[in-house]
């Protein structure tokens, strides 16, 4: 007896706790999101769990250091913080050349971890810190597919972009760049701005404000927001979108984030000043004449008055702002466009004129390829999600359309922005699924009148019902078969996602890995060994010269003052050493001697066959150097503008110091079965030059596999 009425009761609890339809409908909404957002977590942790916790690529090393700075010196110190371990001799002054969020958003992560007892190291928060704002990021997603759709669209958007390789590529755990908050602040500065213009409220406009404040604090690509948002508003103007809430969200954005934009010392006034921001400028100006246009309509009263009074204000209105602009471009107020901009608007500007920028991969022209790796079927889903979004047109579809069409032509123009472009992808491609499933789902639950019950029809309209009744049952049939084949594709995404961000994406740079003969897993940890043994046998103000790839890990690694760096603000300086590289070793050691060098560190992929060494980035050094000094021709490293390191090669190539440098006692090593001593396996050739002798410099350190090989510079001789 008791236990049936123990039963009994909880039966009764369950009928108590029976939910609502809404009810239900919230419950399986916020569990889904509930579960993407710990998807996105754990998605991006193959990196940790194949090989440890560690900062990947090389900047990411720069923002390690200044952020265990931060920590341990407090914000102060940061924000003035003069290193003279970058740039030998000259120096660098951190606080004014670096976008300060990720930094201080890390700090702050720490020190509420770190309040509540949890014992963790800076670098673990750092780690995750990309995971962790993935995961945001969805939430963000939701919301902005919601607003500009419906909830449906939120959750598939939420979920696209949880597993986007072309977002995960820069989110994976120990990607602690510049871009693993930036790509939140971005979305979340669209979303709260999209819902300003849709409510017309001053709290949404004033949170998109510092929303873009928090964007332009985080990463250079700020720009973007500062172009797209003046040129959405243009547009809604053109085409008779006008209204108050666009006025008011428009202008309490750009005017409170131009004033908290100028904030950060990077920036400056670059908003008031700058080539690229003058367009939100203009819009902003443009807005009050319209909105003046409008009154005076509304005061006048008369047709004829006002389009007289219309043509005025437009002639003046024109003519004042283009008198500014060219007075401020005349007198240098208004700083020109960079080249990095040039960049984005014709591809081959960089390679023509700054080849410092042209030589990063990541910034050479997308090939389909990589569309397709990086968005699988979003790229057949996003020209249906355009179509959908035209067909309900409002001010926020225009908004994600125009997201979608630049963003998408800017990945075109540049590898890197391919990022930029993935929660766009995501967004118009949930508008697709939402609808097509939505659509698909009322056809196959549709009945037919008979099975309704509805009343009997006679004559033609009973036939033509009949009719239809009859072809009701085959699209069913279609819309479940084109609903099943939909969630295959669906599924196949997922699948590929995973994949893509298991083999390519979770490899950190420091830590190269092969397949060995038995298709095992063979680790070269080379980078680590040869900064360690920097940090170890080196005196402390020891200074290293090496081309400006590697600067990041060797301050934050080795502890030791580099020549060069990532940071690439000084052309000059970075030409220097490509010209040292590319010259004969009496003449690089004089150059060496004025920058007072005592190392100097190559990367080198002959025995490993490690493609991407210094050999094979020996031609932009060339060409970075004769930018600044004509002495250095690239026609001298080439033959018949071929270039080779065999036998084959130019005579300057065969006897430069990186060639020197790289293959120094390597004509005696057999790296590969069945070929001769000296065999590069990077380049699949036998070398030229296998008799090297140093007379400047000698060796000091070449790690396990070769790929760090480390010189140390000869102290002059005795002149008397």
């Keep these: 007896m008791g236990a049936s009425s123990k039963i009994s009761s909880s039966l009764l609890s369950l009928k108590t706790l029976k939910l609502k339809t809404k009810q239900q409908e919230i419950l399986i909404r916020v569990s889904a999101l509930a579960l993407i957002y710990v998807l996105a977590f754990v998605v991006r942790l193959f990196s940790v769990l194949r090989y440890e916790s560690m900062i990947h690529e090389f900047d990411p090393y720069f923002n390690y250091r200044t952020t265990l700075y931060l920590v341990k010196n407090g914000f102060m110190e940061f924000w003035n913080w003069f290193d003279y371990e970058s740039w030998y001799p000259l120096g660098r002054?951190?606080?004014?050349?670096?976008?300060?969020?990720?930094?201080?958003?890390?700090?702050l992560m720490y020190r509420i971890l770190r309040f509540f007892t949890f014992a963790i190291h800076i670098r673990e928060v750092c780690v995750l810190t990309a995971p962790f704002f993935a995961s945001n990021t969805t939430l963000v997603a939701y919301f902005f597919g919601k607003e500009i759709w419906d909830s449906g669209a939120g959750l598939v958007a939420a979920a696209l972009i949880a597993i986007c390789p072309g977002y995960i590529s820069r989110s994976v755990a120990g990607s602690y760049d510049n871009e693993a908050i930036a790509i939140f602040a971005l979305l979340l500065t669209f979303y709260l701005f999209v819902k300003a213009v849709n409510t017309g409220s001053l709290s949404w406009s004033l949170a998109s404000a510092f929303g873009y404040f928090y964007m332009v604090s985080a990463w250079g690509g700020y720009v973007f927001i500062i172009n797209l948002i003046p040129l959405y508003v243009l547009v809604l103007l053109v085409t008779g979108r006008y209204s108050m809430r666009l006025y008011v969200a428009y202008n309490c954005m750009y005017a409170l984030g131009m004033l908290l934009a100028m904030?950060?010392?990077?920036?400056?006034?670059?908003?008031?000043?700058?080539?690229?921001?003058?367009?939100?400028?203009?819009?902003?100006?443009?807005?009050?004449?319209?909105?003046?246009?409008q009154w005076v309509k509304y005061i006048l009263n008369d047709p004829k008055k006002f389009h007289a009074f219309l043509?005025?204000?437009?002639?003046?209105?024109?003519?004042?702002?283009?008198?500014?602009?060219?007075?401020?471009?005349?007198?240098?107020?208004?700083?020109?466009?960079?080249g990095r901009f040039y960049s984005l608007l014709d591809p081959t500007y960089a390679k023509d004129h700054i080849p410092i920028i042209a030589s990063v991969s990541e910034h050479q022209p997308t090939a389909w390829s990589s569309f397709m790796f990086d968005f699988h079927i979003l790229l057949f889903l996003f020209p249906a999600g355009l179509y959908f979004c035209f067909k309900r047109l409002s001010d926020a579809t225009i908004f994600v359309v125009m997201y979608g069409l630049t963003s998408m032509y800017f990945a075109g123009v540049m590898v890197r922005l391919i990022l930029v472009a993935a929660?766009?992808?995501?967004?118009?491609?949930?508008?697709?699924?939402?609808?097509?499933?939505?659509?698909?789902?009322?056809?196959?639950?549709?009945?037919?009148?008979?099975?309704?019950?509805?009343?009997?029809?006679?004559?033609?309209?009973?036939?033509?019902?009949?009719?239809?009744?009859?072809?009701?049952?085959?699209?069913?049939?279609?819309?479940?078969?084109?609903?099943?084949?939909?969630?295959?594709?669906?599924?196949?995404?997922?699948?590929h996602c995973t994949w893509v961000t298991s083999e390519a994406y979770s490899s950190p740079s420091i830590v190269l890995a092969a397949r060995g003969a038995g298709g095992g897993r063979v680790i070269f940890d080379d980078y680590r060994e040869a900064y360690y043994w920097l940090r170890q046998n080196t005196p402390s103000d020891a200074k290293i010269m090496s081309w400006w790839d590697y600067g990041y890990q060797i301050t934050a690694m080795g502890n030791r003052t580099v020549i060069v760096d990532n940071n690439t603000w000084n052309n000059t300086h970075i030409a220097t050493v490509g010209r040292a590289m590319s010259s004969y070793e009496h003449e690089a050691y004089e150059i060496m001697q004025e920058l007072d060098v005592d190392y100097v560190l190559v990367v080198f992929g002959g025995v490993s066959g490690y493609s991407s060494d210094d050999i094979n980035k020996f031609l932009w050094m060339v060409r970075i150097g004769g930018g600044v000094f004509p002495v250095?021709?690239?026609?001298?490293?080439?033959?018949?503008?071929?270039?080779?390191?065999?036998?084959?090669?130019?005579?300057?190539?065969l006897n430069c110091l990186m060639y020197k440098l790289c293959y120094y006692?390597?004509?005696?090593?057999?790296?590969?079965?069945?070929?001769?001593?000296g065999y590069d396996r990077a380049r699949g050739v036998e070398i030229g030059n296998k008799d090297i002798k140093l007379e400047y410099l000698e060796e000091a350190f070449t790690t396990s596999n070769w790929i760090v090989r480390i010189y140390k510079v000869k102290p002059p001789k005795n002149r008397w």
């Design 93 to 107: 002054i951190v606080g004014g050349t670096l976008y300060p969020g990720l930094m201080v958003t890390a700090a």
């Design 263 to 293: 904030q950060i010392r990077f920036v400056g006034f670059q908003h008031v000043q700058s080539g690229e921001h003058m367009a939100a400028l203009g819009v902003f100006f443009l807005l009050q004449v319209f909105y003046f246009v």
């Design 311 to 338: 043509r005025i204000t437009l002639t003046l209105a024109i003519s004042v702002g283009t008198l500014a602009l060219i007075i401020g471009t005349a007198s240098g107020y208004i700083s020109p466009w960079t």
């Design 423 to 495: 929660p766009a992808m995501c967004l118009v491609s949930s508008i697709a699924v939402s609808a097509t499933v939505k659509n698909l789902s009322l056809l196959v639950r549709e009945k037919s009148k008979s099975e309704t019950g509805g009343k009997p029809l006679t004559g033609s309209k009973a036939a033509a019902k009949a009719s239809a009744d009859q072809s009701l049952p085959f699209q069913r049939n279609v819309a479940t078969a084109l609903l099943v084949g939909f969630f295959y594709l669906l599924s196949r995404y997922a699948i």
């Design 632 to 653: 250095i021709k690239e026609p001298d490293y080439l033959v018949n503008g071929e270039f080779r390191v065999d036998k084959g090669a130019a005579p300057k190539m």
């Design 665 to 677: 006692r390597f004509g005696e090593t057999t790296t590969e079965y069945g070929k001769p001593p």
